[in-house]
């Protein structure tokens, strides 16, 4: 591993273990050159996946997008860094376990709702506006509608 600091290549693992919810090894290291430590996170990846877009365009799957899109729903919510990490682990190993290699984005959006429905009412709504591309309060309305509770 490449030190972020001064690039050397020769770095020394000082401390290993599993993140809290064992979806990968938190790594502690140390840079003998300019003495500075940092941490690293090893994941486990079942398959190359490829999102397909709406418009055909094919991108490999990013999970820092994934993550960052579901923390901007959160922003500013009660919902701790874990709950998101859960999510996104969740979504990654449905999309890997699902056994396929290219998977539609519309197919990741409806996961995402899917979690962030059961984590916050208002995240859920936040994603929902710019996923379903919501124009007008009207469509505010109708979608809280579908949640069961009042749209005043």
């Known amino acids: 591993m490449r030190c972020p600091f001064c690039g050397n290549g020769d770095t020394q693992v000082k401390d290993s273990r599993p993140t809290e919810d064992s979806a990968a090894i938190r790594r502690r290291r140390f840079c003998p050159a300019c ?9 486990v990846q079942l398959r190359d996946l490829v999102i397909v877009k709406k418009d055909g365009q094919r991108s490999a799957f990013d999970r820092d997008k994934l993550a960052r899109s579901i923390r901007i729903a959160c922003r500013k919510r009660p919902v701790d860094e874990d709950s998101i990490e859960r999510i996104v682990n969740g979504i990654q190993r449905r999309l890997e376990s699902s056994g396929d290699t290219e998977i539609n984005s519309k197919a990741v ?16 709504v936040r994603f929902a506006s710019v996923y379903r591309n919501f124009r007008e309060a ?7 509608e579908t949640l069961g509770g009042p749209a005043d």
């Open 138 to 144: 009207k469509d505010f309305e109708d979608f809280v």
């Open 35 to 43: 003495n500075s430590r940092f941490t690293t996170f090893e994941r």
């Open 109 to 124: 959006g409806e996961l995402v709702m899917e979690g962030l429905r059961g984590l916050d009412p208002v995240a859920y």
